[in-house]
T-cell receptor, first 111, second 114 residues
Framework: QKEVEQDPGPLSVPEGAIVSLNCTYS??????FMWYRQYSRKGPELLMY????GNKEDGRFTAQVDKSSKYISLFIRDSQPSDSATYLC???????????FGKGTKLTVNP | SAVISQKPSRDICQRGTSLTIQCQVD?????MFWYRQQPGQSLTLIAT?????????ESGFVIDKFPISRPNLTFSTLTVSNMSPEDSSIYLC???????????FGSGTRLTVV
């Protein structure tokens, strides 16, 4: 079992839709969770960062972590064509420098 | 925001040869990391490079195949040695400025081995 599982998609939605991206993880020691956005031929850039369980909101983006079910989510409201990218979830445990990534979900927002 | 410059951005290499990838960061950082991103696979950590010490390699990666240098706090290189087509991948360097929200990635080196 992979430590972080993520449906690779691809996912295609119309502009303005609410997008839900999800990952599951197996390592119960994970405490820190991130979502990265990666545009084509670019490196990943940090989008959201959360610690332990709970929600975090930043503009149109909301990250949720449910440690009881080992489930992490990213919601994008009012999606825009500029949101078209691959979204990577990642987790790590306290004291570790190693980020463990999912495979990424490729999202296309159609105008 | 942090800036990481990585070069070359892409290369096509013959099997059996080696390629050295350079990574320059815009401020002094203690920790730099090298990742591999194979098609359809997760971004995977190859090794952690601290200045003044040997790199620490993850399971499945060895120094003979992926030697790393870290001569100072702003620069690192990764060499992919004795390449085979299976080494075709994107290689990315990363650093950590502060906290778990402080990881920054370069744009990557797209390597094709023929």
């Amino acid at each position: 079992q992979k430590e972080v599982e993520q449906d690779p998609g691809p996912l295609s939605v119309p502009e303005g839709a609410i997008v839900s991206l999800n990952c599951t993880y197996s390592n119960s020691a994970f405490q820190y969770f991130m979502w990265y956005r990666q545009y084509s031929r670019k490196g990943p850039e940090l989008l959201m960062y959360t610690y332990s369980s709970g929600n975090k909101e930043d503009g149109r983006f909301t990250a949720q972590v449910d440690k009881s079910s080992k489930y992490i989510s990213l919601f994008i409201r009012d999606s825009q064509p500029s949101d078209s990218a691959t979204y990577l979830c990642a987790g790590t445990q306290g004291g570790s420098e190693k980020l463990v990534f999912g495979k990424g979900t490729k999202l296309t927002v159609n105008p | 925001s942090a800036v990481i410059s990585q070069k070359p951005s892409r290369d096509i290499c013959q099997r059996g040869t080696s390629l050295t990838i350079q990574c320059q960061v815009d401020s002094q950082v203690t920790m730099m990391f090298w990742y591999r991103q194979q098609p359809g696979q997760s971004l995977t950590l190859i090794a952690t490079a601290n200045q003044g010490s040997e790199a620490t390699y993850e399971s499945g990666f060895v120094i003979d195949k992926f030697p790393i240098s870290r001569p100072n706090l702003t620069f690192s290189t990764l060499t992919v040695s004795n390449m085979s087509p299976e080494d075709s991948s994107i290689y990315l360097c990363s650093d950590r400025r502060q906290g778990y929200h402080g990881y920054t990635f370069g744009s990557g080196t797209r390597l094709t081995v023929v």
